[in-house]
């Protein structure tokens, strides 16, 4: 089998692989707004209400949930991408210029991740194709 076969071969799951990708991304950081609001999953320190940190809870919360269901998918991951550039700089890299050390490698992938979205879209298995079908439909 030569390489072009191979590759093309793989390239056609490569839509349902960033609609796969996209919704385990958005669950995750589904995840991370939770803790800060709900306190689940379990965790020794959540914000008060209405300061910069419980205010990302609620970006990531919303955002993920658009995010996972695909749902106004770009406008949502600009949203959380600025968030997680945003609490990057103000939050991680102030303790080291290393993201391994400051603990602020998560919240780069999480930007760059969303920020591709906002570019590339939510991919095939979504709330925001299913719609843009139904729309090509009516017309």
Known sequence: ???????NGLSSYAPTILSIARIIVGLIFIEH????LL??????????????????????????FFIALGLFTKPAAFIA????????FMFHSPRSFFPALNQG????????????????????LSLDA???????DRH
């Open 39 to 64: 306190g689940f999953p379990t965790t020794d320190h959540m914000p008060p209400a209405f300061t910069l940190m419980w205010f990302g809870g609620i970006i990531e919360t919303v955002g993920g």
């Open 105 to 124: 490698d998560a919240a780069i992938l999480y930007c760059f991740f969303f920020l591709y979205l906002v570019f590339r879209g939510p991919g095939p």
């Open 1 to 7: 089998m030569s390489q072009t076969t191979s590759e």
């Open 33 to 36: 707004g939770t803790q800060k």
């Open 130 to 136: 299913l719609l843009t079908a139904k729309k090509a």
């Open 81 to 88: 991408s600025g968030e997680m550039a945003f609490a990057y």
